[in-house]
């Protein structure tokens, strides 16, 4: 599963708890793992733009 896909999921998540009036630590806990994944998704974003650079660069 890449990792816009599980981001999607993870608002998904975020946003139902929300709407059920979940604890405040089930929602901090889901707003860090979302966090990560948006790190993760940019790094990789980031990642794939430098690469493009390099080998037009070659």
């Given at each position: 599963?890449?990792?816009?896909?599980?981001?999607?999921?993870?608002?998904?998540?975020l946003?139902?708890?929300?709407?059920?009036?979940?604890?405040?630590?089930?929602?901090?806990?889901?707003?860090?793992?979302?966090?990560?994944?948006?790190?993760?998704?940019?790094?990789?974003?980031?990642?794939?733009?430098?690469?493009?650079?390099?080998?037009?660069?070659?």
């Open positions: 599963m890449d990792v816009k896909t599980r981001l999607d999921i993870a608002r998904n998540i946003n139902n708890a929300t709407k059920m009036n979940m604890s405040g630590d089930l929602l901090l806990k889901i707003s860090r793992k979302i966090d990560r994944y948006v790190m993760e998704y940019y790094s990789e974003s980031r990642e794939k733009k430098g690469g493009a650079r390099e080998e037009a660069n070659v």
